[in-house]
Nanobody, 120 residues
Framework: QVRLMESGGGLVQAGGSLRLSCAAS????????MGWYRQAPGKQRDLVAVMTSGGITDYAGSVKGRFTVSRDNAKNAVYLQMSSLKPEDTAVYYC??????????????WGQGTQVTVSS
């Protein structure tokens, strides 16, 4: 079993910055894709940014140039540096990890979510 623990959400004014962190613990052989999704009230959960173990990134168009995803593979951790925040970035942010165990079976895991609120 793998657990994802998030931290770093909160309330910030428009134009401000926040940094989210997520660490995975448990039985992990390899983490392939790891990153962040978000879900605003009444909307579906959407990709924000993910990074492969090799460093390839994928960003939502709405956050390109403002958000930066990074990983520390040795710590099984992923980070999201968010800058120039806008009220429309308000959502619950979920950490995501695509984990392969020692039996080479792949599972997808989600964190419990952390609230990010951007005031105008």
């Amino acid at each position: 079993q793998v657990r994802l623990m998030e931290s770093g959400g909160g309330l910030v004014q428009a134009g401000g910055s926040l940094r989210l962190s997520c660490a995975a613990s448990g039985t992990i052989f390899r983490i392939d894709r790891m990153g962040w999704y978000r879900q605003a009230p009444g909307k579906q959960r959407d990709l924000v940014a993910v990074m492969t173990s090799g460093g390839i990134t994928d960003y939502a168009g709405s956050v390109k140039g403002r958000f930066t995803v990074s990983r520390d593979n040795a710590k099984n951790a992923v980070y999201l540096q968010m800058s120039s925040l806008k009220p429309e970035d308000t959502a619950v942010y979920y950490c995501y990890a695509d984990v392969t165990n020692s039996a080479y079976v792949n599972y997808k895991y989600w964190g419990q979510g952390t609230q990010v609120t951007v005031s105008s």
